[in-house]
């Protein structure tokens, strides 16, 4: 019974190396046909550490932290600008998917577009409030408040995301995502 299992899983393995373009494991950008799974976690990162540097400057370090706080915010916006807009392929044809994928399809898209634009304000009121309004409390929770949103709606793009690739298989392997499509 244990020589079956294993040689099951030999099978298994070899059928899925041979699924493999010639180029995989070059160490090259051409291993990977979608560049959205590598930039998305970079806003990810940036924009949840952004409000809890933000909040943590309030108590300790004001001014260095707020320094910190500043570039992480505009280097997350970056991010979830590049990740929603320029290496954003990876789109599933929607008639393949059932409700409740298309529905979590549908919702990563929403949130993702929501940090966009969210982490933008928050830079821009970020931003002011460092240079122009040199820290001045009102301006600082202004932009700790914009900062706990996009970290909530970054948050819900992961968990879509996460949901779309872990539970529903979109995009593993190439599962349900168009053969053309390499951004």
Do not use: C
Request: hydrophobic fraction near 50%.
């Amino acid at each position: 019974m244990v020589l079956n299992i294993k040689n099951s899983f030999d099978t298994t393995i070899a059928s899925i190396s041979n699924g493999y373009p010639a180029a995989h494991n070059t160490g090259t950008l051409a291993d990977f046909p979608k560049l959205h799974p590598l930039i998305v976690h970079f806003p990810i990162v940036f924009l949840l550490l952004a409000f809890l540097i933000q909040l943590l400057s309030f108590f300790v370090f004001k001014k260095e932290l707020s320094w910190v706080a500043l570039f992480l915010v505009v280097l997350g916006f970056i991010g979830s600008y590049l990740a929603s807009g320029v290496f954003h392929g990876g789109d599933p044809y929607l008639a393949l998917l059932d409700p409740v994928t298309r529905h979590t399809f549908e919702r990563h898209e929403q949130f993702a577009s929501y940090t966009v634009w969210i982490s933008g304000i928050g830079s821009l009121i970020k931003l002011a409030s460092q240079f122009l309004f040199k820290r001045i409390i009102f301006f600082e929770i202004l932009a700790f408040l914009f900062l706990g949103a996009s970290a909530y709606t970054i948050a819900v793009t992961a968990n879509m995301g996460a949901r779309l690739v872990h539970i529903d298989g979109v995009g593993v392997q190439g599962n349900k995502i168009p053969l053309n499509d390499n951004m």
